[in-house]
């Protein structure tokens, strides 16, 4: 069975930095990603690693100020994120699917979330 558990969420004030982990049991994954969420809005992806050749995907929101990592030894994706904005106020999700993809839609195994509150 497949498991995704964040954390590294809280609160911060803006311009600093947090890092989610995500521990995720499972094998075969060729897309590990960040997604986040607010009340009232669909679900966007922030960060994508595509496992074959390690390349990396952003939002343009993010980028420049987030990076995705993961240590296949710990089986862990992680989300360095710094200069944080008020506008990065959300839960955060991690997950996981068979296909290549930056669409939220299309990942099959997902977290339970973790919340980043950033003030200004």
């Known amino acids: 069975q497949v498991q995704l558990v964040e954390s590294g969420g809280g609160s911060v004030q803006a311009g600093g930095s947090l890092r989610l982990s995500c521990v995720h049991s499972?094998?075969?994954?060729?897309?590990l990603g960040w997604f986040r969420q607010t009340p009232g809005k669909e679900r966007e992806g922030v960060a994508v690693i595509y496992i074959r050749d390690g390349s990396t995907d952003y939002a343009n929101s993010v980028k420049g100020r987030f990076t995705i990592s993961r240590d296949n030894a710990k089986n862990t994706l992680y989300l360095q994120m710094s200069s944080l904005k008020p506008e990065d106020t959300a839960m955060y999700y991690c997950a996981a699917d068979y296909g290549v993809t930056f669409d939220p839609r299309r990942f099959r195994y997902w977290g339970q979330g973790t919340q980043v509150t950033v003030s200004s």
């Open positions: 499972g094998y075969g994954f060729r897309s």
